[in-house]
């Protein structure tokens, strides 16, 4: 876990950073609030700040005032650090936002359990984060988080003029497995064609559940060439599945159907309208007989 450490204090700062790397965190040292602020700017910036309250170019109570104004999906821990010790100074620092209060000279074991109990609310708001934005069957991103991520994406791909394409997944005659074998072994077949969805992405690649057997994965970088190639990889893989029953020597075969679409940068292309036709697609190549790959354009 990173801590990023904004002290202007020589000894303090060396303290702090010599218990931090004792106690297997990960340090990044400033020594001032204006410092800190431009380190957490910064993609993978940490999540738990001790800063000194005294410090020039910017304080610790301004830093944690910006702090606390930043839209940022994820909690940042603020631990203020000083040697004002009556409680009015406390209330001060504790209604600029900051999290703890730390007055010097610190302890070593006070510093400790306090970053503890920083780590273990951010790691708890972590796990929360993971229930809502996950699908609870599949472990893949849930509609609302996919969506989330892949509009980061465009933007990111209008932004660097870089390519971006997305493929929807629609498992074929779906309904005549639950209806044939009942909802468990739907359930069963849902997650082992995820399973395949995800081991044929690439590692920058991310999957969504779109809705009932449809799927959806987020291809950043990739040009319309790479992800039809990918999609082909993902449909011959679900395609040469063989899903074992439960307590049962039978088996379930399935296929799938996969409409593949790469972002219009010149036309600066709306996620509404790269999914509409990724659908397109998608549904071209239940047309053409299933078990496909269509792309947007094909005839």
């Not at 204006?34 to 001790?50: D, G, H």
Request: with cysteine; aromatic share 8%; proline share 3%.
């Amino acid at each position: 876990m990173k801590v990023l450490i904004a002290e202007d204090n020589l000894v303090s700062r060396r303290l702090l950073e010599t218990f931090l790397r004792k106690w297997g965190y990960d340090i990044v040292i400033t020594s001032n609030g204006r410092e800190a602020w431009e380190v957490l700017q910064e993609p993978e910036a940490p999540n738990l700040v001790i800063s000194d309250w005294m410090m020039p170019d910017m304080d610790g109570l301004e830093l944690c005032r910006r702090i606390r104004e930043m839209e940022r999906a994820e909690y940042i821990y603020f631990i203020i650090l000083t040697s004002k010790g009556k409680k009015e100074d406390v209330i001060t620092g504790l209604e600029a936002g900051a999290d703890d209060y730390l007055i010097k000279p610190f302890n070593q074991d006070e510093l400790k359990y306090r970053v503890k109990i920083g780590e273990r609310i951010i790691e708890l708001e972590r796990r929360i984060l993971r229930l809502a934005s996950t699908d609870s069957l599949t472990e893949v991103l849930n509609r609302r988080a996919f969506m989330e991520r892949m509009e980061q994406e465009i933007n990111r791909s209008f932004r660097e003029n870089s390519p971006l394409s997305l493929i929807l997944a629609d498992i074929d005659h779906f309904k005549s497995v639950n209806d044939r074998h009942g909802h468990q072994v739907g359930d069963l077949v849902l997650q082992r064609f995820v399973s395949k969805l995800t081991e044929s992405s690439r590692p920058y690649d991310f999957v969504g559940r779109y809705g009932g057997e449809e799927f959806v994965i987020c291809l950043p970088g990739a040009t319309g060439t790479e992800s039809r190639t990918v999609a082909e990889r993902m449909r011959k893989s679900v395609e040469e599945m063989k899903i074992m029953l439960p307590e049962s020597s039978q088996s379930v075969r399935i296929t799938a159907s996969f409409g593949v679409v790469t972002l219009r940068l010149e036309l600066e292309d709306s996620m509404d309208s790269l999914i509409g036709r990724a659908d397109d697609a998608m549904y071209m190549a239940k047309r053409e007989g299933r078990n496909r790959v269509c792309a947007a354009g094909e005839e």
